[in-house]
């Protein structure tokens, strides 16, 4: 910015509003939610083409920090390939015909291992040897062992494999998915995928807890960096921790995920009651929130949910996660404002149980759809939902419409303009809230509330 002169009252209330801005965008992205970042992305680069016009000097913070320079990354901290026959990859979505017109597919359950014997109710028949630890560390990473999963999936069957999952805990608080596969595989095949499948995670060693809530490092404002509370020596980034492991010969991962020995593995054919069935598990948990599904049956039920949410409070759930102060590393990111030990991800939270967002995974190819078939059925489906609701577009057929001249004196000045807009917006979202708590007709599509979510969802899932 210029500094050489003193910002004008109205440039000021730009740059408020940008910040505003700012942390709606911050959350939107939180929530997952593109069309209002778009909205934001929209109205943002309005207001730096205004600031720059007026002589104020870029460049503007980006909404989205600029991703770091990649480290270099060591030759021992790559995914090994699990040893696993490979077949000759075809571009072909489905699977083997059996007696020239049944195109059957598969219905798979994939667990985690286990960490101690259960109760029915999921509750530990010994707490103190019930492996804590493993358990909250498989939840934070059962998402990049899915993707591991598939990954291999496609490559031992030579074909695209399509298939719609979902992902919801069990009773002892793990989660599992039910996967729909398009196409059938040799059960024994799948097995000895499941079993091969890992997943390496490679972080600094996180096992030694070395500051503890109340006596966290603190911001040295001297040297930009985050130090000892005693000592006042630097505290290691993760990247220079990283860099160190790099030094180091056998170097183990910080954390290894597998799937349990447990895989549910049925052939299915289209249109028949089994596939009914099947369909009924993939559906049934998407209309309750998980805090409904892993509501306790018992008190030591509880208090093992309550053991198992304090395990994951004390697991980094992410390079940027404030959580790895405990164990003595600067996060990615960390700055003056970051408050050690305390990340407000969703991997720690007590209604989830660590569970993310992504509910429901979706290969691209499933619906032959592509991403914009599926945002015209959204835009019909928000229609579809406020008529139900009652409510009824604006009707503008009355209006012409002609762009502004320079210079007109009806045209509202500029910030007014972008301040209705955000209103505007915010008005949309609230009548779209209200119209979705309004019971939708009995007959109506379930499935399509799913629809919005694929792309998105295989995304991090390819
Ligand atoms: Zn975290």
Redesign the pocket.
């Known amino acids: 910015m210029d500094h050489k002169r003193k910002p004008t009252a109205h440039e000021i209330e730009i740059i408020e509003a940008r910040s505003v801005l700012q942390a709606d965008y911050d959350q939107a992205k939180e929530d997952g939610d593109e069309d209002v970042m778009a909205g934001i992305r929209e109205v943002v680069a309005d207001l730096d083409a205004e600031l720059r016009e007026a002589g104020v000097k870029g460049p503007f913070p980006p909404l989205d920090p600029k991703p770091r320079a990649a480290r270099k990354r060591s030759t021992r901290r790559r995914q090994e390939a699990p040893n696993l026959p490979k077949a000759k990859a075809s571009n072909s979505t489905i699977g083997r015909e059996y007696a020239g017109k049944y195109r059957p597919s598969l219905f798979l359950t994939l667990t985690l291992p286990s960490y101690g014997r259960v109760h029915p109710d999921g509750a530990p028949v010994n707490p103190d040897t019930y492996d804590y630890r493993r358990a909250a560390r498989d939840i934070v990473h059962f998402a990049a062992l899915f993707d591991r999963f598939v990954q291999n999936y496609r490559r031992v069957s030579g074909r695209k494999v399509q298939y719609f999952a979902t992902v919801e805990p069990q009773r002892r608080g793990a989660p599992h998915i039910h996967m729909g596969v398009r196409g059938t595989d040799p059960r024994a095949m799948i097995r000895q995928l499941t079993e091969a499948t890992y997943h390496q995670v490679w972080w600094p060693h996180f096992d030694h807890e070395v500051y503890s809530p109340g006596h966290m490092p603190h911001w040295d404002y001297t040297t930009s960096r985050f130090v000892d509370p005693d000592t006042h020596e630097p505290v290691p980034t993760f990247d220079e921790v990283m860099n160190l492991m790099d030094e180091v010969d056998d170097l183990e991962p910080a954390h290894v995920v597998r799937f349990g020995q447990q895989v549910d593995v049925k052939g299915i054919l289209g249109g028949t009651e089994e596939a009914g069935r099947h369909i009924g598990y993939l559906t049934k948990y998407l209309t309750k929130s998980i805090g409904d599904v892993i509501e306790p049956q018992s008190n030591r039920a509880a208090r093992h949910y309550d053991r198992l949410h304090e395990e994951l409070c004390k697991t ?3 390079e940027t ?3 790895w102060f405990r164990y003595g590393v600067v996060p990615v990111g960390a700055n003056a404002k970051t408050q050690p030990g305390r ?1 407000r ?1 969703k ?2 939270r007590r209604d989830t149980l660590g569970l993310r967002g992504r509910r429901v995974l979706v290969s691209r190819k499933w619906t032959g759809k592509n991403l914009t078939d599926h945002k015209a059925d959204r835009v019909e489906f928000v229609r579809q939902r406020l008529a139900e609701a009652g409510i009824a577009p604006q009707d503008i057929s009355r209006f012409r419409i002609a762009p502004a001249e320079p210079g007109d004196p009806d045209v509202p000045p500029r910030e007014y303009l972008i301040m209705s807009m955000v209103s505007e917006k915010i008005r949309q979202r609230s009548e779209y809230d209200i119209a979705r708590m309004v019971p939708p007709d009995q007959d109506h599509d379930s499935r399509e509330t799913v629809a919005p979510q694929q792309d998105s969802a295989d995304k991090d899932a390819a």
């Open positions: 980094p759930c992410s996660c404030a959580v990340c991800g991997a720690h």
